[in-house]
């Protein structure tokens, strides 16, 4: 029998877990930028301090790359608080998660620690074995090349080679580089061709001195440009979309800010491309998850914010078409009513008490609700619904029901939830639905902390590929 100080801590990691999913710092249509950042703060103390051995193990999830960086950060500014079996631990699980950090967020999580005065002797070793495993140097050099410096001088590091030391830290005092891509950066400065051979980010700056046409020089720097950079000029309008290679989550961000008579006009198009998307990410899953509904937020809160505009709405239409994918029989329900998932638009109230009362009428194996949690028509019915259902007309469980909630609710320290018999867990990209799925069930409030602690075991084996912690 777990104790109430174990149920308490389990609660308060998927607390923090769903946190750590959802909420980015930034504002949300309910909350500022402020009180989301306050909150996160407290959080993050709040864990390091009482449970630090938990805390760590967060980082196998998966949380965005915004409390990634923090939780590094926060371990490492702590170094000398922890034991040595949890530095050992803790190096092994920074390490794995670095591994999968975009490298612009690890050179500013760097910056970060340079800023903070953080120089401990892990801190140095964490920073030289990350710089030691990156495959190309040199781009890095020449992409990164302020952060790079700023690393090597804060760990004391000396560059690999000295023309990659000559480069960061007097680039114009050679005539010619032996390393090929060092050379053409210094080419670039007089010769027009050796631009397109440059990182992107490296590139542009030569493109505007230069004067190059920004037509063009998109259009011939495209072949040197990195997925996400892609990504990024599709989705504002100065690339033509490649909608094959668009993420899931990217792809319906992008569909749902093209104006409804794109949207219309190019209908076949999109759906192809969304349900490959969702193929894609329900893999060999794809038909096993039997008779499934959803309940899908398209209230006018689902608009977002400045920040994250359209961003609920985006992974609400995400996890309508991988659901699809997942299941064998699939119901939706949109809080609007609207039948035409891909002509969604944030407008209204939200109903999810009356939406839910007719999907559980299908009488599915699953019930998914991707929603803020705000259930406003009337207040409290989704609650209701769901406690009625869960205790007397289904207290066998032969439905499984979760709530995915993509908004931070700073007020509460949480996703705001719709009920207690029902867990919620935050989302942050509708890739992520399956794993969120499997660890909804520890939300429950009846599973305790050794079996949440197995789970992060367990995810932490992956992460590190099979190395135990």
């Known amino acids: 029998m777990e104790s109430r100080g174990e149920l308490l801590a389990a609660s308060d990691v998927l607390l923090f877990v769903n946190a750590a999913i959802t909420a980015t710092g930034q504002r949300e249509f309910h909350t500022g930028a402020d009180e989301q950042q306050l909150s996160l703060a407290f959080l ?18 998966d949380i965005n790359d915004h409390n990634a960086a923090l939780i590094v950060r926060r371990l490492l500014e702590t170094s000398g608080e922890a034991t040595a079996e ?92 032996a390393t090929p891509l060092l050379e053409t950066w210094r080419r670039a400065h007089y ?23 920004r037509d063009v020089f998109l259009e011939r720097i495209a072949p040197k440009m990195t997925r996400l950079e892609t990504l990024r000029l599709q989705e504002s309008g100065a690339a033509e979309a490649d909608l094959t290679r668009m993420p899931l989550t990217r792809l319906a961000s992008y569909a749902l800010a093209l104006p409804v008579e794109d949207r219309v006009r190019r209908r076949d198009e999109l759906t192809r491309a969304l349900r490959a998307a969702a193929d894609r990410v329900a893999g060999p899953h794809r038909g096993t998850w039997g008779k499934v509904a959803a309940v899908l937020d398209d209230s ?20 309508h078409y991988l659901l699809a994918a997942l299941a064998d029989d699939y119901t939706a329900r949109w809080t609007s009513g609207r039948t035409d998932a891909l002509l969604a638009r944030p407008h209204g109230a939200t109903p999810l008490g009356r939406r839910i009362l007719e999907v559980l009428d299908t009488g599915p194996n699953r019930l998914v609700i991707v929603s803020d949690g705000w259930d406003n028509a009337p207040p409290g019915l989704a609650g209701e619904v769901l406690r009625v259902w869960r205790t007397r007309l289904d207290p066998q469980h032969r439905t499984s029901v979760v709530h995915l909630n993509p908004v931070y609710d700073a007020t509460g320290f949480d996703v705001r939830r719709l009920s207690e018999v029902v867990p919620s867990t935050g989302i942050r990209d509708a890739e992520d639905l399956p794993a969120l799925v499997e660890l909804a069930q520890f939300a429950t409030g009846r599973t305790g902390l050794a079996e949440l602690t197995g789970y992060l075991g367990s995810r932490a084996d992956r992460l590190l590929g099979g190395e135990t912690t």
Not at 44 to 61: C, I, K, Q, S, T
């Open 191 to 213: 010769e027009q061709a050796s631009v397109y051979e440059l990182p992107f980010t490296a590139a542009e700056g030569f493109a505007a001195k230069h004067g190059i046409p």
């Open 300 to 319: 006018f809160s689902a608009s977002g914010s400045g920040q994250k505009r359209r961003r609920p709405l985006a992974v609400a239409l995400a996890c």
């Open 44 to 61: 993050h103390e709040y864990m390091l301090v009482n449970y630090r051995d938990l805390y760590a193990g967060v980082l196998a999830l």
């Open 86 to 177: 949890q530095r050992r631990s803790e190096g092994r699980l920074i390490a794995g998660r670095l591994a999968l950090l975009p490298p612009q967020r690890v050179f500013r999580l760097f910056s970060a620690l340079r800023r903070a005065k953080v120089n401990n002797r892990r801190t140095r070793a964490i920073m030289r074995d990350w710089l030691a495993a990156r495959p190309d140097p040199a781009f890095d050099a020449v992409k990164y090349r302020g952060g790079m410096k700023r690393a090597l001088r804060h760990a004391h590091l000396t560059p690999p080679g000295d023309e990659l030391g000559t480069y960061l830290f007097a680039p114009l005092t050679r005539s010619q580089y």
